[in-house]
């Protein structure tokens, strides 16, 4: 099916910027629904934000105007980039892929933002 992987989660300060990176396999990645979550210690994982095939996005209000999610279907890859960073997004990021009731993870990317 489809396969998963994240990349350029890391330590940053408050206000810097970090930008995520889910690569992906598979012939279909076009149509699926894809999105980002994070899970902080102790606590649910949430979703972050996600972008349905036809370029339609939604994020959870407490990263409103400070991330975009994009795709780029040549490149089967879908995008976060994090801005003006702040300690409570501290998590692990995890991309997903969905269609229908199917969902595939990746494996996470750790997120740090700490002066």
């Known amino acids: 099916q489809v396969q998963l992987a994240e990349s350029g989660g890391g330590l940053v300060q408050p206000g810097g910027s970090l930008r995520l990176s889910c690569a992906a396999s598979g012939s279909i990645f076009s149509l699926y629904t894809m999105g980002w979550y994070r899970q902080a210690p102790g606590k649910q994982r949430e979703l972050v934000a996600d972008i349905t095939s036809g370029g339609n996005t939604r994020y959870v209000d407490s990263v409103k105007g400070r991330f975009t999610i994009s795709r780029d279907n040549a490149k089967k890859t879908v995008y976060l980039q994090m801005n003006s960073l702040k300690p409570e997004d501290t998590a692990v990021y995890y991309c997903?892929?969905?269609?229908?009731?199917?969902?595939?993870w990746g494996q996470g990317t750790q997120v740090t933002v700490s002066s």
């Open positions: 997903n892929a969905n269609i229908a009731t199917i969902n595939t």
